[in-house]
Nanobody, 123 residues
Framework: VQLQASGGGLVQTGGSLTLSCAAS?????MGWFRQAPGKEREGVAT????????YYTESVKGRFTISRDNAKNTVYLQMNNLKPEDTAVYYC????????????????????WGQGTQVTVSS
């Protein structure tokens, strides 16, 4: 499976962006990670194939929404009320295992990764 992320850009604090990630085939779990300069890549959100299980990192709860369209093999990340600390390269990822609250943000649980898209939030 190949993943193609898009939708990044420059936005002011409080603004919104929607990221998209198109997969070349069917996926089970799809997630978003981000990596800021000098920091480890961290999990942002993930969603199950049915969409009935989603997990978010604490810092984005209430601001970001992950969703998917299985007919298009695409996952979205709607980001509202963006803050400068959200600035990072955002990566989408796909996993075929079983994810729970305890392991959804573990990078090794994901088999496929997209190329990343830059999100910059100016203060």
């Amino acid at each position: 499976v190949q993943l193609q992320a898009s939708g990044g850009g420059l936005v002011q604090t409080g603004g919104s962006l929607t990221l998209s990630c198109a997969a070349s085939g069917r996926t089970i779990w799809m997630g978003w990670f981000r990596q800021a300069p000098g920091k480890e890549r961290e999990g942002v959100a993930t969603i199950s194939v049915s969409g009935n299980r989603v997990y978010y990192t604490e810092s984005v709860k209430g601001r970001f929404t992950i969703s998917r369209d299985n007919a298009k093999n695409t996952v979205y990340l709607q980001m509202n009320n963006l803050k400068p600390e959200d600035t990072a390269v955002y990566y989408c990822a796909a996993g075929s295992g079983i994810l729970w609250r305890t392991n959804w943000s573990t990078k090794t649980e994901y088999d496929h990764w997209g190329q990343g898209t830059q999100v910059t939030v100016s203060s």
